[in-house]
T-cell receptor
């Protein structure tokens, strides 16, 4: 399978705990994105990497959130001191291309439930 | 406020008939529009796109129409097949240095195609 891989698929945690998600993009893709989808809503942009550089972060990404892509390959998204409002599907996507030929390929997501 | 609006949460059509999914946007800076399809427990997959310099783009059974003056686009699927049953997301981007990395999604429309 050469698609975008996300781990874990599901995560249940208690309020106040820290969680970390991993995303492995399609191997030749240099861009990696994190989106969040809550129930009944469309995905919302969180942050974006080109190679290892984090180029933009949404205002949705509070100080409790941090994302890394240390070697320009896989990425991690960490949420510290989780809150119930963090419960959502966290989607990773990757792309290769520029301009209007750029197409995002999404993973299956990590479903986070904060109790 | 929702910059991309899909006002129909659901749509049900008979197999073989046409499915029309609608999307409205408010941000006049949007210049590229995409449709994604999402099956349960999977990430969104790219379906078709259209640039603001065009008013129609066709790919097999799927056609997207763009009416810039009305800030409206629609996705036509003809003929509809049961395998088309999924949530369809409309998305838009504003050219940021030639990249479409930051997509704004609508809430989605659940299409059900009945055999």
């Amino acid at each position: 399978d050469t698609g975008v891989s996300q781990d874990p698929r599901h995560k249940i945690t208690k309020r106040g705990q820290n969680v970390t998600f991993r995303c492995d993009p399609i191997s030749e893709h240099n861009r990696l994105y994190w989106y969040r989808q809550t129930l009944g809503q469309g995905p919302e942009f969180l942050t974006y990497f080109q190679n290892e550089a984090q180029l933009e972060k949404s205002r949705l990404l509070s100080d409790r959130f941090s994302a890394e892509r240390p070697k320009g390959s896989f990425s991690t998204l960490e949420i510290q001191r989780t809150e119930q409002g963090d419960s959502a599907m966290y989607l990773c996507a990757s792309s290769l291309g520029f301009g209007q030929n750029e197409k995002l390929f999404f993973g299956s997501g990590t479903q986070l439930s904060v109790l | 406020d929702q910059q991309v609006k899909q006002n129909s949460p659901s749509l049900s059509v008979q197999e073989g008939r046409i499915s029309i999914l609608n999307c409205d946007y408010t941000n006049s800076m949007f210049d590229y529009f995409l449709w994604y399809k999402k099956y349960p427990a999977e990430g969104p997959t790219f379906l078709i796109s259209i640039s603001s310099i065009k008013d129609k783009n066709e790919d097999g059974r799927f056609t997207v129409f763009l009416n810039k003056s009305a800030k409206h686009l629609s996705l036509h699927i003809v003929p509809s097949q049961p395998g088309d049953s999924a949530v369809y997301f409309c998305a838009a981007s504003a050219d940021s240095g030639g990249s479409n990395y930051k997509l704004t999604f609508g809430k989605g429309t659940l299409l059900t195609v009945n055999p």
